[in-house]
T-cell receptor
Framework: AQSVSQHNHHVILSEAASLELGCNYS??????LFWYVQYPGQHLQLLLK??????LVKGIKGFEAEFIKSKFSFNLRKPSVQWSDTAEYFC?????????????FGKGTKLSVIP | AAGVIQSPRHLIKEKRETATLKCYPI?????VYWYQQGPGQDPQFLIS???????DKGSIPDRFSAQQFSDYHSELNMSSLELGDSALYFC???????????????FGPGTRLLVL
């Protein structure tokens, strides 16, 4: 079965520090890749997505991610985090062979930003 | 812009009762998905519908059923509720055209179900 792994369970950073959250997936075929953010008690909000084209994608709130096909990776980055970025971040993959493109999520990375 | 609407937002039930969750997708989206997120867990795919037909099935218990209606809204019916069904239930919608994903999944605010 296809799977998504996120390298870090919990990341603690000070404000203005740079962020990189790792994400790897197992499927070798065509994929659509996503990062979602979930603030405490809130629903999932789309940060960014990759369908095709430029492997470096920019999202909302200053986040970006790079798709490296050879490494099956889609890492999330932000050059300078803010306290308001404290949330849980989920990497997700939709496989082209999965009929309706349902998402398979990683276990999530909890980000805590210290003021 | 219109978003995915879910109702109710909160629901408290007792064991062995039934519950019905509703989802109204973004207008013109043709695909609806249901996910279950347990406490501290990642969302798990339950079931999806494309153009009112069941499209894919994930880890949905036999006690649960779902359907999509002519106006594209969907309902998740849960019977014989168990304590372990307590979770956040998300609905999402997307646009799939000719078998290709045209728009990503946007999630609703979720229904928080507590089974006592």
């Amino acid at each position: 079965a296809q799977s998504v792994s996120q390298h870090n369970h919990h990341v603690i950073l000070s404000e203005a520090a740079s962020l990189e959250l790792g994400c790897n997936y197992s499927y070798g075929g065509t994929v659509n890749l996503f990062w979602y953010v979930q603030y405490p008690g809130q629903h999932l909000q789309l940060l960014l997505k990759y369908f095709s084209g430029d492997p470096l994608v920019k999202g909302i709130k200053g986040f970006e991610a790079e798709f490296i096909k050879s490494k099956f990776s889609f890492n999330l980055r932000k050059p300078s985090v803010q306290w308001s970025d404290t949330a849980e971040y989920f990497c997700a993959v939709a496989y082209s062979g999965a009929g309706s493109y349902q998402l398979t999520f990683g276990k999530g990375t909890k980000l805590s930003v210290i003021p | 812009a219109a978003g995915v609407i879910q109702s109710p937002r909160h629901l408290i039930k007792e064991k062995r009762e039934t519950a019905t969750l509703k989802c109204y997708p973004i207008p013109r989206h043709d695909t609806v998905y249901w996910y279950q997120q347990g406490p501290g867990q990642d969302p798990q795919f339950l079931i999806s519908f494309y153009e009112k037909m069941q499209s894919d099935k994930g880890s949905i218990p036999d006690r649960f059923s779902a359907q999509q209606f002519s106006d594209y809204h969907s309902e998740l019916n849960m019977s014989s509720l168990e304590l372990g069904d307590s979770a956040l239930y998300f609905c999402a919608s997307s646009l799939v055209v000719s078998g290709r994903l045209q728009e990503t999944q946007y999630f609703g605010p979720g229904t928080r179900l507590l089974v006592l």
